[in-house]
């Protein structure tokens, strides 16, 4: 089993649609977790940093922990165009990060 | 400037060739990473070293070696590519403040091996 699965689409929405991104893990020892967006040819760029359970708020981006049931979201709310990556989620002990495949997300005009 | 910078950025080399990958980063971080990026598989992590007199074994080493010249380079050697090693390489670095624990990463180096 991975330390982190991660559904890898693709995903397709219109513009101003809402967005639902998750991850499961498995490693009740990640303390720190990320969502990170890539675009094509381009490097992961950090888009979200949460520690600990608990949801975080960014503008159109809310990042949702769920320790107990191991689970993580991105929520994008009123998405666009420009939104359309792949967006990596990542977890990490402290010491070691583990990504998740990413889901590739295509917002349509 | 970017904080992480990798060169080349793109690179074309036959098999058995020896090749080398650079990172730099100005973000003042005590800990690199080299990564891989395949389709389907996301990031595979190769070599990380915490410090300068610190490197570690991903979980895909084998055929790769690193070098930490200084806290702020780290770079990767190809000894013999082969086919197998095409793909997207990243670096990334990271603070050792567990307050701070994100990475960040360079764009990337597109590698072919023919």
């Known amino acids: 089993q991975k330390e982190v699965e991660q559904d890898p689409g693709p995903l397709s929405v219109p513009e101003g649609a809402i967005v639902s991104l998750n991850c499961t893990y498995s490693?009740?020892?990640?303390?720190?977790f990320m969502w990170y967006r890539q675009y094509s040819r381009k490097g992961p760029e950090l888009l979200m940093y949460t520690y600990s359970s608990g949801n975080k708020e960014d503008g159109r981006f809310t990042a949702q922990v769920d320790k107990s049931s191991k689970y993580i979201s991105l929520f994008i709310r009123d998405s666009q165009p420009s939104d359309s990556a792949t967006y990596l989620c990542a977890m990490s002990t402290g010491n070691q990060f583990y990504f998740g495949t990413g889901t590739s997300l295509t917002v349509i005009p | 400037d970017a904080d992480v910078t990798q060169t080349p950025r793109n690179r074309i080399t036959k098999t058995g060739k020896r090749i080398m990958l650079e990172c730099s980063q100005t973000k003042g971080h005590d800990r690199m990473y080299w990564y891989r990026q395949d389709p389907g598989l996301g990031l595979q992590l190769i070599y990380y070293?915490?410090?300068?007199?610190?490197?570690n074994k991903g979980e895909i080493s084998d055929g790769y070696s690193v070098s930490r010249q200084a806290q702020a380079k780290f770079s990767l050697s190809l000894e013999s590519a082969i086919p197998n090693q095409t793909a997207l390489y990243f670096c990334?670095?990271?603070?050792?403040?567990?307050?701070?624990?994100?990475?960040?990463f360079g764009p990337g180096t597109r590698l072919l091996v023919l």
């Open positions: 070293s915490f410090d300068v007199k610190d490197i």
């Open positions: 990334a670095t990271s603070d050792s403040n567990p307050s701070k624990e994100t990475q960040y």
């Open positions: 490693n009740s020892a990640f303390q720190y």
